[in-house]
């Protein structure tokens, strides 16, 4: 059974860094036809990417917070780190975790087929 | 960057059909992939490539892709079909959702 799940503190203040950990089970990090991404999504909003880690090392993330992300992982301990500094109000949200599969050979495609049950963070002083 | 446009809100009786659309600019190109989140719940893949559907999904979800238009469309609508509604496409190794369709079962 695959399954991710996100952890980290509930409550960050303002301009601090916060840190979330994905520990994933039921498949590799190492896995080539697999990835790992962040998703937020604000209280009644909609769903934002944030960022993603494959095992070949590739990172992207979303242009509007490239400067405050960092995305790693520890192949080991089966677990995706992100990270964001300088924290705002309006970072507020429940941050998800989801396994991205890689289908098809000739055209590939991904989508995100397993999702963590998220973690909600709220910012303030 | 690009931009996936849903609707607000649909609402459908239930054993009708509730069709949800998904616009982008020339998304027909790009491989669509749908997803419901229930309230309080994480979102959970429903149809991918366009059309294929993850086992454990119903045959009564499908969707469609051509021009500048997806579309899921929801069969024998079903009180627990009541949620919302991502659409997600990838864009340049970015990921990009839609702004949400909420489905209400009336």
């Known amino acids: 059974q695959v399954t991710l799940k996100e952890s980290g503190p509930v409550l960050v203040k303002p301009t601090e860094t916060l840190t979330l950990t994905c520990t994933v089970s039921?498949?590799?990090?190492?896995?080539?036809?697999?990835?790992v991404s962040w998703i937020r999504q604000p209280p009644g909003k909609a769903l934002e990417w944030l960022a993603h880690i494959f095992s070949n090392d590739e990172e992207s993330y979303t242009t509007s917070l490239k400067s405050r992300l960092t995305i790693s992982e520890d192949t080991s301990k089966s677990q995706v780190v992100l990270t964001i500094t300088n924290m705002d109000p309006v970072d507020t949200a429940t941050y998800y975790c989801?396994?991205?599969?890689?289908?098809?050979?000739?055209?590939?495609?991904?989508?995100?087929?397993?999702w963590g049950q998220g973690t909600m963070v709220t910012v303030s002083s | 960057s690009y931009v996936l446009t849903q609707p607000p809100s649909v609402s459908v009786a239930p054993g009708q059909t509730a069709r949800i659309t998904c616009g982008g600019n020339?998304?027909?190109?790009?491989?669509v992939h749908w997803y419901q989140q229930t309230p309080g719940q994480a979102p959970l893949l429903v149809v991918y490539d366009d059309g294929d559907r993850p086992s454990g999904i119903p045959e009564r979800f499908s969707g469609s892709n051509s021009g500048n238009t997806a579309t899921l469309t929801i069969s024998r609508v079903e009180a627990g079909d009541e949620a919302d509604y991502y659409c997600?496409?990838?864009?340049?190794?970015?990921?990009?959702f839609g702004t949400g369709t909420k489905v209400t079962v009336l």
């Open positions: 997600q496409v990838w864009h340049s190794s970015s990921a990009v």
């Open positions: 039921g498949f590799s990090l190492s896995n080539t036809r697999m990835g």
């Open positions: 020339n998304i027909g190109s790009k491989s």
């Open positions: 989801a396994r991205i599969a890689i289908f098809g050979v000739i055209i590939p495609y991904k989508f995100f087929d397993v």
